[in-house]
């Protein structure tokens, strides 16, 4: 199988190049390679192209988005223009953060995983954070889920599921509507990346309350944006963010912010979450 990689950048010359390091050393190495080069203004452009020289397969792509650095927009508007320079022969589209060292057997894994069932559309290793000079689970997610940093989709799953939306929340509806869809979503525990820079450390102070405005716009609800809100403050031992999250889920019914999904997709979605939350308390 085939597999292409996207990845978007901004000002990552500190880890891009362990990142692709980690790439070229691959025991099945992609077929492509494209980052994304949003407008930095480090060493990153110089560093990718010099990866380029190296290795035919690793391209470059320069783009220019908005300079506010908030979760979901900025970086899917980056994949979307590496995606847009890309043919369709490939069986696997893989999203990647330039801030992963990727074990060398992980894509060998990945593909195994979709290779051995023509229903998996979605599969992923975990990340691991270094703290206290050990590299520890960033447990930030429910085992099931595939952390943003690093998904790989079945080409058929990425066409039906349109993509990716360019909006945070994006990383979570990816996966409910291949749960719409009937596909399956794999998640597997022997494969650890190292995640080098903390989940949201460039995100702007106004990114606060977008957390609440992507539970409304995965059409959520009010009762379930509540419990998700408070479960994950806590995760994130910052259980003031929970008032935020409700306040950017109220800002966002008030304007009218149109959904990520459609009003069915809405209602597999409210029953979906309410079957996890009752499964868990039994």
């Known amino acids: 199988m085939n597999y292409y990689v996207v990845i978007p950048t901004y000002n990552e010359e500190q880890f891009i190049e362990l990142t692709l390091r980690s790439l070229v050393h691959q025991t099945v ?138 909006a945070m929340g994006w990383d979570t509806v990816d996966e409910l509507l291949c749960k719409f869809y009937q596909w399956k979503i794999v998640t597997d525990a022997s494969l650890k990346v190292k995640h080098l820079k903390p989940t949201g450390a460039n995100y702007n102070v106004l990114s606060r309350y977008k957390q609440g405005e992507a539970f409304y716009c995965l059409g959520y609800g009010f009762i379930i944006t509540t419990i998700a809100s408070l479960k994950l403050a806590v995760r994130k031992g910052k259980p003031l963010l929970f008032l935020d999250y409700l306040k950017g889920f109220w800002k966002a019914k008030r304007a009218h912010t149109p959904l990520l999904v459609t009003a069915e997709q809405a209602r597999f979605i409210r029953a979906y979450r309410w079957q996890k939350m009752r499964a868990k308390l039994v």
């Open 29 to 166: 190495l992609p077929k492509k390679i494209v980052v994304v080069n949003d407008n930095s203004t480090d060493q990153t452009e110089a560093i990718v192209s010099r990866f380029c020289l190296d290795y035919s397969f690793i391209e470059l792509v320069n783009t220019t988005s908005s300079a506010l650095h908030l979760p979901g927009s900025k970086v899917i508007q980056a994949f979307q223009r590496g995606y847009e320079t890309l043919d369709s022969e490939y069986d696997i589209m893989v999203k990647a953060d330039a801030d992963l060292i990727f074990p060398p057997n992980y894509f060998e894994t990945i593909l195994s995983h979709f290779e051995s069932d023509p229903l998996v559309g979605m599969a992923g290793g975990f990340a691991y954070i270094e703290k206290n000079q050990e590299w520890i689970l960033e447990n930030l997610t429910d085992k099931d889920h595939i952390r943003g940093a690093f998904k790989a989709y079945r080409k058929e799953t990425f066409l039906q599921i349109g993509g990716l939306k360019p």
